[in-house]
């Protein structure tokens, strides 16, 4: 069985490694400036008015981020093209040089020109503005225009700039961007710092560490874990009653010869599975979480008003946030109930026209016998892969039962993370439900060999 285990493992791997690669990705190339995002999340919209260095915490935050590294262990670049860009902390000049570099090749008199602006705005405040803004530019139309103004304000720095920019456009030579280049980078990466951490300012996402918030500036890590908790616990318990009640009904369905019951039972659970979770969640508020007529439950929260959860423990945590999870529960589990029933239904009949049911009805035993003792070893293989598969994708399907009873999972923060493209947490969200998608097959394959030892083999 050990070794069985190990095999599934290492068959995974692969898998868990090109989930990482994507949720980097995701990271690596998301819109907009990541350092500006997360210094403002930190320290307001007027960082750069305050008393605070503005320059120095840009570069402390690009460090943080590992900013200043190859994006990966290896890159591929043109010949044209600089391997060292990404030193480079200012995200609109970089992006400037970088697309000049595509426009013109000639990299030497790009980095020449940028080099003189850059000691230009150090050293004379006079023309800042409209050096900041040139050093940003990468059309035509526009740098001749700040190229003019700046002339207007020094002549003597006007020419040179004029001089230097007619150096790229007349040394234009784009045969370099066909030619590949190989660069190798080392373990001093962007990725490899993403993945493993460098054991101070970043722990890497194998310990959890999935970077920072560019809404509030805090580390993911600090919040995403107590919500994915959060939902979890509501999942499972809704995904377990459900199973618990589902299976012993599908089957029931199966031996029952009453037409008049089994009608009555499939129109009741056509109904539970026709319902929409958010119509569902709100008839259970309204008859049960009603001020005007059966308020037996809250409406929505986890936590009485005042209550805090760190000064007590997970039982009395789990006790006092038990009223609250019991709609969110209820509304979760009639949809899972409906379909588990129905598809134990399907199994059961397919497995009651074998020879082994019937040789077991032959030698004595009742139907209800018989299914439970044969019958129901059978149609845990696909119920169990059910059950593993409804875990992971719950993370990202309470979404409406969370919002609609504003109860604070995981489901709430992607919502907020979309909504205010806070993509570090989108990410984040992303890799883990991919993460304990692998997990859930695994697991299902384990417990595949454990019904049916045949399996392993």
């Not at 307001?44 to 605070?52: E, M, R, T, V």
């Not at 090749?105 to 020449?112: A, F, H, K, L, V």
């Not at 979770?277 to 009485?304: C, D, H, K, V």
């Not at 947490?425 to 998608?437: E, N, Q």
């Amino acid at each position: 069985m050990l070794l069985f285990v190990v095999k599934r493992t290492l068959r995974f791997i692969p898998i868990l490694f090109s989930i990482s690669i994507l949720g980097f990705l995701l990271t690596a190339y998301m819109p907009g400036d990541p350092v500006k995002k997360i210094l403002i999340a930190r320290y307001g919209a007027d960082y750069k008015n305050s008393a605070l260095d503005s320059k120095q915490l840009q570069s402390s935050i690009y460090k943080e981020l590992g900013l200043d590294k190859p994006l990966f262990y290896f890159s591929i670049n043109s010949y044209n093209a600089c391997d060292t860009l990404y030193k480079i902390q200012d995200f609109e000049q970089r992006k400037a040089m970088e697309r000049l570099s595509d426009m013109y090749g000639c990299w030497e008199n790009i980095e020449t020109y940028f080099s003189t602006i850059n000691f230009y705005i150090a050293n004379h405040s006079n023309e800042k503005n409209t050096l900041v803004n040139l050093s940003q530019e990468y059309e035509n139309k526009r740098i001749l225009l700040l190229l003019s103004r700046v002339s207007s304000q020094n002549t003597s720095q006007g020419a040179t700039l004029e001089r230097l920019y007619a150096n790229i456009v007349e040394s234009k030579s784009l045969m370099g961007n066909y030619i590949p280049t190989i660069n190798l980078n080392g373990f001093e990466n962007q990725f490899n710092l993403w993945l493993f951490g460098n054991g101070h300012q970043r722990k890497g996402i194998i310990r959890g560490d999935f970077g920072s918030s560019l809404r509030t500036g805090e580390p993911i890590e600090n919040f995403i874990w107590k919500k994915l908790g959060y939902s979890l616990e509501l999942i499972f318990i809704a995904v377990s009653l459900a199973f618990l009640f589902a299976i012993p009904t599908g089957m029931r369905l199966t031996r029952t010869k009453s037409k008049h019951s089994q009608n009555m039972l499939n129109i009741l659970i056509y109904l539970m599975y026709s319902i929409p979770g958010y119509l569902a969640a709100t008839l259970l508020i309204f008859f049960f979480a009603n001020t005007q007529s059966l308020y037996w439950f809250p409406e929505s929260g986890l936590y009485p008003i005042g209550y805090h959860p760190s000064e007590h423990s997970y039982w009395s945590n789990l006790g006092i946030g038990m009223p609250y999870m019991i709609l969110p529960i209820l509304t979760y589990a009639i949809s899972a109930f409906a379909f588990i029933s129905k598809l134990t239904k399907n199994i059961t009949a397919e497995e009651l026209n074998f020879d082994y049911y019937k040789t077991a009805l032959a030698k004595g035993l009742s139907a209800k016998e018989a299914t439970r003792k044969h019958v129901l070893k059978n149609i845990l293989i696909p119920l169990v892969t059910l059950f593993t598969q409804i875990l992971p994708a719950a993370v990202g399907g309470t979404l409406i039962v969370e919002l609609i009873f504003q109860y604070p999972g995981i489901g709430q923060v992607t919502y907020d993370a979309a909504l205010n493209a806070n993509y570090p947490v989108i990410v984040a969200v992303f890799t883990i439900s991919g993460i304990m998608t692998v997990v859930a097959y695994l697991l299902a394959d384990i417990v595949y060999a454990l019904i049916n030892p045949k399996l392993r083999h």
